[in-house]
């Protein structure tokens, strides 16, 4: 069982920066058995891909869309994985979710994650 909280999310400006942490709560494995994700639900639309690192952090994937302006990184001493948002824009408002699957990683399909965060809210205004 997997508990996974993020925080971080913010109202800004477009072209500021913020950063999310998504801490995790693990009873059995440890957080290096997972592989984590970021993805983001825009209002109205369908949830899609952000950014996925794989059990150490010696890989990552990016959506085009955020491809650098997006960093993911992870600090497994300390069960957390980040995202640091920089060059922020409107269309980036969304709910981010931080997502954990089990195994080395990454991995980008949304079926293949097996917890879910509850999600934070970034609103970029113009």
Known sequence: Q?????SGGGVVQAGDSL?????ASLRARTFSSYA???FRQAPGKAREFVAA?????GNV????????RF?????NG???????MNSLEPEDTAVYYCAAALGTGPVRYENSMDY???GTLVTVSP
């Open 2 to 6: 997997v508990e996974l909280a993020e």
């Open 19 to 23: 950063r999310l942490s998504c801490e």
């Open 36 to 38: 984590m994700d970021w």
């Open 53 to 57: 690192i794989s059990y150490n952090g």
């Open 61 to 68: 994937e990016y959506a085009d869309s955020v491809k650098g």
């Open 71 to 75: 960093t993911i990184s992870r600090d």
């Open 78 to 84: 300390m069960n957390t994985v980040y995202l640091q």
């Open 116 to 118: 879910w965060g509850r």
